[in-house]
């Protein structure tokens, strides 16, 4: 039972800690913008202060996502410490040649495209359009602040700490008590419930299985974090260099080279030597031995 219990206990502290971070500095920024921008009638206008105080947090979503990054990567340091064959295990770092690294950011880029394609088609659902509101209404304030801060926050350090968390930590936990395949599919759900916004959860929990299976099939940390940096930078950047009216009257050639964007790398990984470093089930094997009995030596 320990063994089942220690990893989940590190999984659920990987995540607790990285959430407590981002809600922490956000009670605090709420509490300082009423502080500021309250006044006696605030008490009777609760709903729209609310409304304010989370437009507010999420205008500054960038902050508070590098204030937690680095909260949570100094709290994994302390936690991993003593046990540097599992960081060993879970964070490889296998080096990849320039053309691996070109071909992942396509891919990335693709998949951004193919999930643009699956939001359209699933828009068109009327029960749905409640969910996707809120979720537009979000992402816009989200990519819509300063956009150097935004880019470096939201579209490169918050991909290389949570690859680090979900295909790193977490996975690596998990392949300790459960064969890789049923691993590679919980990370992957637990990387869409990370995300709470039901729209923005159910593709990122594909995008967090497709990730899982890039590391999976390179054996290096290196993979998933480019894939994962060229997805959430093109959404940023083009975000804020796109406007809707040049997007609509090219949007099918663009849609068009996304998915093809997406088909040729993805057989790019699938042939590549490159992503031939099967990981295997050896962390499964290794907990399920018992103990070995301790050595007596002779006085």
């Known amino acids: 039972m320990k063994r089942v219990l220690a990893p ?28 500021v921008n309250g006044d006696i009638q605030s008490i009777y206008r609760f709903q729209e202060v609310l409304n304010e105080v989370i437009n507010f947090l999420l205008d ?10 680095i909260i949570a990567l100094a709290s994994y340091f302390v936690i991993y ?24 950011a ?11 394609l699956l939001l359209t088609l699933l828009r068109s659902l009327p029960f749905l359009e409640p969910l996707f509101q809120n979720y537009e209404e979000l992402s816009q304030l989200i990519v819509g602040g300063d956009f150097v801060i935004t ?34 599919v919980v990370q992957a759900v637990l990387f869409g ?4 916004q039901p729209v923005q959860g159910a593709y990122a929990a594909v995008i967090g299985l497709l990730l899982g299976l890039v590391y999976y099939r390179s054996s290096s940390m ?17 975000s804020a260099l796109l406007s809707d009216l040049a997007f609509g009257k090219s949007a099918g050639l663009i849609g068009l080279a996304g998915i093809l964007f997406f088909i040729l790398s993805s057989a790019y990984l699938l042939v590549s030597r490159n992503f031939k ?7 499964y094997y290794l907990s399920r031995r018992p103990p070995r009995p301790p050595e007596h030596t002779a006085e």
């Open 277 to 283: 470093y099967v990981i295997d089930d050896s962390l």
């Open 222 to 238: 290196v993979a998933p974090m480019v894939v994962h940096i060229a997805i959430n930078s093109f959404s940023v950047v083009s």
């Open 193 to 196: 419930v990370y995300h709470l």
């Open 106 to 116: 396509v891919f990335g880029i693709g998949v951004n495209f193919m999930v643009a």
């Open 151 to 184: 880019l470096l926050t939201v579209g490169i350090i918050g991909p290389v700490v949570e690859e680090i968390m979900f295909r790193g930590l977490i996975f690596g936990e998990l392949r300790k008590i459960m064969p890789i395949k049923i691993a590679l």
């Open 8 to 35: 989940v206990g590190r999984i659920l502290a990987v995540l607790a800690i990285y959430y407590a971070a981002q809600n922490a500095l956000a009670v605090l920024l709420g509490l300082g913008y009423i502080a």
């Open 81 to 104: 410490r003593d046990r540097p064959h599992d960081v060993r295990a879970f964070l490889r770092y296998r080096p990849l040649d320039a053309a691996a690294i070109v071909m992942l």
């Open 60 to 69: 500054k979503t960038p902050y508070i996502v590098l204030f937690a990054a």
